[in-house]
């Protein structure tokens, strides 16, 4: 996932699992003289839940010295995502929304620092929850395309990598605790909306039952990616219209979903 000479933004939410990956790769950091890291941090924009999760990445950024740059919705987008849910008479559930927005924001970021990777801090519980998701929505390009390393050999879009992918969200916890970290424990007000949260009861009652079945489904679906791989065409990316971003359509997601046909959103300096 990572090389000597890498300049990785860490996108640090300011929860259980970006704090833990912040640490780590922090002491990592300090081993490797010519690897930087920089911590990423995007304010959605959640009344009440966001403020705390900010304040507590840039105390930890700052006591760690580690470079941070935060980036709102608001600054990139005009709005909230509390105030864009608002001003939608029908609307997808607000994870849809939150998830393409955030990941732009997060290339966005990572472009501004100087970064060639991007690491985010999907433990083993997300990896198998994303995987079921796309199965069980029929999107079978996108549960072909999903890995814990995802590199485009074009350049298009920076590489991403999930180092805490086979590690279990309770053993990240214990980490945590053992590290006597402080970290938001709020769920999001948004979060019964989504399928994922449904899936992952259900994954961790299976888990309970059954221990070592999450390990197994991982297993499974990395075998069945990896079969499948082979047949899947190459996609075809290119610069979105409205703000130059990479994607398969004529006009990126985040911007099909702003409603947007000539925007180019740029970080404030």
């Known amino acids: 996932m990572f090389s000597p000479d890498d300049h990785v933004a860490v996108a640090v939410s300011g929860g259980k699992d970006s704090l833990t990956l912040l640490m780590i790769l922090h002491k990592l950091e300090m081993r490797f003289p010519r690897t930087r890291i920089t911590a990423v941090t995007v304010d959605e924009g959640i009344a009440g839940y966001r403020e705390e ?8 950024c700052k006591d760690l010295g580690i470079e941070h740059e935060v980036v709102s919705f608001e600054d990139l987008y005009g709005y909230g995502l509390d105030d864009f849910l608002k001003s939608r008479q029908e609307r997808m559930t ?9 990941r732009k924001a997060i290339n966005l970021a990572a472009r501004k620092v100087g970064a060639n990777k ?29 890995s814990p390393v995802l590199k485009d050999p074009r350049g298009l879009f920076l590489t991403r990598v999930k180092p805490l992918c086979e590690i279990p969200e309770r053993e990240i916890v214990m980490y945590g605790y053992a590290e ?4 938001q424990t709020a769920s999001c007000p948004y979060m019964t909306e989504a399928l994922r949260n449904e899936l992952r009861s259900v994954l961790n009652k299976l888990e309970l039952a059954h221990p070592g079945v999450t390990f197994s489904a991982y297993r499974a679906m990395l075998r069945l990616r990896s079969l ?13 219209k409205s703000c130059g971003e990479p994607t398969t359509f004529e006009t990126c997601e985040a911007c099909k979903m702003q409603g947007i046909n000539s925007v180019i959103p740029e970080l404030p300096a």
């Open 180 to 183: 006597d970290l402080q970290f």
């Open 118 to 146: 991007i690491a985010t801090a999907h433990n083993l519980d997300d990896i198998v929850q994303t995987y079921m998701l796309n199965l069980f929505q029929g999107d079978a390009e996108r549960f072909v395309r999903f």
């Open 228 to 240: 499948a791989e082979p047949n899947l065409a190459p996609s075809h990316l290119q610069p979105c």
């Open 53 to 60: 999760a900010v304040d507590l990445a840039t105390k930890y």
């Open 94 to 102: 607000a994870c849809s929304y939150c998830g393409v927005f955030r």
